[in-house]
């Protein structure tokens, strides 16, 4: 493996590189770096480098499944360049511009659905966000440079605090942001008129996957009966779970929840620390996607429309 290349598998599994979105697009770079710098002299040996780059970007993280889909959406051109028997040079350049696509398409979703999302910020809004999600905060960038005046609470996001992140953009925007413990959602819940996040991964009935304690923010937003929306660009789609498959969800290590010498005050406890958690599709009210606006219950045309071409080999095939 390339080294590169390893640096970025090892960036998004320290999560140095986050975010579902971000995830993506790393690894149709480093696909691309991999085609670069490859020295195979046959097409054969070049495809066996890029399906083992592949293999090695989609072990890095379970459960943002637009990592997976940036890594097929790559795959299926080096599939379709090697079928039509093209000259290693053009395989190579085939694969490099795939992952220049999916890297522009991805940035000019997350655009598209500031665009689409601020639409529904209203003059005067106040607006709870949870963890770092670069979809939901286009939302409410895009809505804030619109000129609407907006209030934004933010969640910590324990253990690993994206909140902390989510709080300096929007700072440095000029929004009015009050950063809160994950504990204090329902406190303040009856001062919100709208909670919006990102995503991980929507599956096909429409659930979300995303941030550990998202599920609590939906379940409070439902009992003020205010709209929950999420930021998903079509990527985060999981085909998978079309044929049944399950989302996984990530388990971190327990030295990100606590510090090893107060674990050891304690006693003999076991610490658990699951990365992210699902939200059925009764909680979200809106998807907002690139492709527009849908009810969770759209996900599964949208899965269609994505990854209709996908036979049960190719969805499995990395
Ligand atoms: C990040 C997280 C984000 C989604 C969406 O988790 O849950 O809400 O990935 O982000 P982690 P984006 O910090 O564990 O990667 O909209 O930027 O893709």
């Known amino acids: 493996m390339d080294e590169e290349v ?23 770079s480093a696909l691309a770096i991999t085609a670069r710098k490859s020295s195979a002299t046959s097409s054969e040996e070049f495809v066996g480098e890029m399906l083992d780059a592949a293999r090695r970007l989609i072990a890095t993280r379970p459960t943002a499944v637009s990592l997976p889909n940036s890594v097929r959406f790559v795959v299926k051109r080096l599939r379709e360049g090697s079928k039509a028997r093209l000259s290693l040079g053009s395989l190579k350049e085939h694969v490099i511009e ?16 500031g665009e689409y999302g601020s639409k529904m910020i209203e003059e005067g809004d106040t607006v709870m966000t949870h963890c770092n999600s670069s979809a939901a905060l286009e939302i409410i960038k895009t809505a804030h440079k619109q000129g609407k005046k907006i209030k934004v609470y933010a969640t910590e996001t324990r253990p690993l605090f994206q909140g902390h992140i989510t709080s300096q953009i929007l700072s440095k925007e000029g929004i009015d942001v009050s950063l809160i413990c994950d504990n204090a959602v329902r406190f303040f819940i009856s001062k919100i008129d709208k909670v919006i996040v990102g995503a991980d991964a929507i599956a096909a009935n429409g659930a979300l996957i995303n941030k550990i304690g998202t599920s609590l923010v939906a379940l409070a937003a439902k009992e003020v009966a205010i709209p929950f929306i999420v930021g998903a660009e079509t990527i985060k789609f999981s085909p998978e779970t079309i044929v049944g498959e399950l989302i996984k969800i990530e388990e971190r290590p327990w030295s990100e929840v606590i510090n090893p010498e107060i674990l050891r005050n304690i006693g003999k406890i076991s610490v658990r620390n699951p990365s992210f958690d699902v939200t059925p599709p009764e909680y979200i009210d809106m998807i907002v996607t690139e492709k527009g606006v849908i009810p969770p219950q759209g996900s599964i045309q949208i899965l269609e429309e994505n990854y209709g071409w996908m036979t049960p080999e190719e969805l499995f095939i990395l």
């Open 6 to 28: 390893e640096r970025i598998a090892e960036d998004i599994e320290s999560m140095k590189i986050r975010g579902a979105g971000r995830i993506a697009r790393a690894a149709a």
């Open 98 to 113: 795939a992952s220049e696509i999916l890297i522009e398409g991805s940035e000019q979703a997350v655009t598209r659905i």
